[in-house]
């Protein structure tokens, strides 16, 4: 069996797209997966670095406001209409599967022009432009939440199945995590990621957080800062005369190994993208979550809400987010093994392992029927 997975611009669409390539090729014997992106996404590097074989074609997501740039981008969408075309021709998928974020659009359409099966995933409760153009041309829709159902539902081809996690994470051994990162499993560890692009308020409420534990030596730090304000957050650090390079504490750019980051960690500092949480509840890990505020129709919030409610994460919105009140929060739950013991384990009761079995079913069965 052949197939095209495609998804990208951030991690929340790439890495459901990995999640369920894997699981395509762990229940299909001689199964060959090409993962189609733009070569300007972050999936142009992540995707190569995971294994997988990648064909980048060009493009970026489409303008909202006319200008001279905006005609080159709707050239360079054109120009991505003609080299799906060919990496169709020439790698002859049995199934095409898109996660959405730009790159989806081109693919998805062109091989559903050329009567490809299709099938998408939709991550959020409100659907994204991209999948909701692509809904009305493919053959299968599976979605996350409840809620977006009624926005497919009109021809009955979408399904609720959850959202794909990479298999391995909730399945790392907590001293297999630490010893990972180099750090030690019986201590404390804060994980804190802002998204997969970082998030610029929830690094600088870190800062203060960092200025409290440079004095606790017994807790440990994983800190993914996002590629774009990781130099800024080093200045940040240095301004504030916090020696960053310390043994127990881990600050980078991007984190390849979030299996191990969640296994180490006691508590997670997160955004609510929509795949965070996913693994959040996979991997059973309370956390302190900082919904993004400019999602559309701030759909963070929305995602945050079920965990909060089921008194598996605590919520603080970004416009009341700051160094004092992030710290408050995390000192006092790091203080209470037991809470953070019945928060992971709330986490781990909303979680939906059998999502991706259920998406792999379906693809097959959309490819051949
Ligand atoms: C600002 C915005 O609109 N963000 C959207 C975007 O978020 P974003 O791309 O941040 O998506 P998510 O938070 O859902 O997922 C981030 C993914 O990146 C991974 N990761 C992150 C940091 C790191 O260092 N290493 C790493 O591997 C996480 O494990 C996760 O798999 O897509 C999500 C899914 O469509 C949406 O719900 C979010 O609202």
């Known amino acids: 069996m052949r197939v095209i997975v495609t998804g990208g611009g951030t991690g929340g669409h790439i890495y459901p797209a990995l999640a369920i390539a894997r699981g395509l090729r762990d229940k299909v014997q001689d199964c060959e997966i090409l993962y189609v992106g733009t070569r300007q996404g972050m999936e142009a590097k992540l995707v190569p670095e995971a294994g997988w074989r990648f064909s980048g074609v060009s493009g ?4 909202r406001k006319m200008s001279w740039e905006s005609l080159k981008t709707v050239a360079r969408s054109f120009q991505a209409l003609w080299q799906t075309k060919e990496i169709l021709r020439h790698f002859g998928p049995d199934l095409v599967v898109g996660t959405g974020g730009y790159v989806s659009g081109p693919v998805v359409l062109t091989a559903a022009m050329f009567g490809i099966p299709t099938l998408l995933h939709e991550q959020n409760a409100l659907p994204g432009i991209t999948n909701r153009i692509l809904a009305r041309v493919v053959k299968r829709v599976t979605v996350t939440f409840p809620e977006s159902l009624p926005r497919f539902r009109a021809d009955g081809k979408a399904v609720l199945t959850g959202l794909p996690v990479r298999p391995d994470i909730g399945k790392v051994s907590r001293a297999a995590g630490a010893k990972h990162f ?15 692009r970082g998030a610029r308020t929830l690094n600088q409420a870190m800062l203060t957080v960092l200025e409290k534990l440079a004095l606790r030596s017994e807790v440990q730090v994983i800190w993914a800062t996002g590629s774009n304000t990781y130099q800024e957050t080093l200045d940040g650090l240095r301004r504030r005369g916090i020696d960053w390079e310390r043994p ?6 991007y984190l390849k190994d979030m299996p191990q980051a969640y296994a180490a960690a006691d508590l997670c500092l997160s955004r609510a993208g929509a795949a965070s949480l996913a ?9 302190v979550l900082i919904p993004y505020p400019f999602a559309a129709e701030n759909h963070q919030e929305y995602n945050a809400r079920a965990l909060v409610e089921a008194g598996a994460a605590r919520l603080i919105l970004d416009k009341e987010l700051t160094g004092q009140r992030l710290w408050q929060e995390v000192e006092g739950l790091l203080a209470d093994r037991a809470l953070l013991g019945r928060m992971g384990a709330a986490a781990r009761g909303l979680a939906q392992p059998e999502a991706l079995s259920k998406i792999v079913d379906l693809c097959l069965e959309t490819a051949w029927k």
């Open 279 to 287: 693994e959040l509840m996979a991997a059973g890990k309370p956390s």
């Open 248 to 253: 127990n504490w881990r600050i980078l750019e």
């Open 182 to 196: 180099s750090l030690r499993p019986e201590r404390l560890t804060l994980l804190v990621t802002g998204g997969s």
């Open 60 to 63: 970026q997501g489409l303008p």
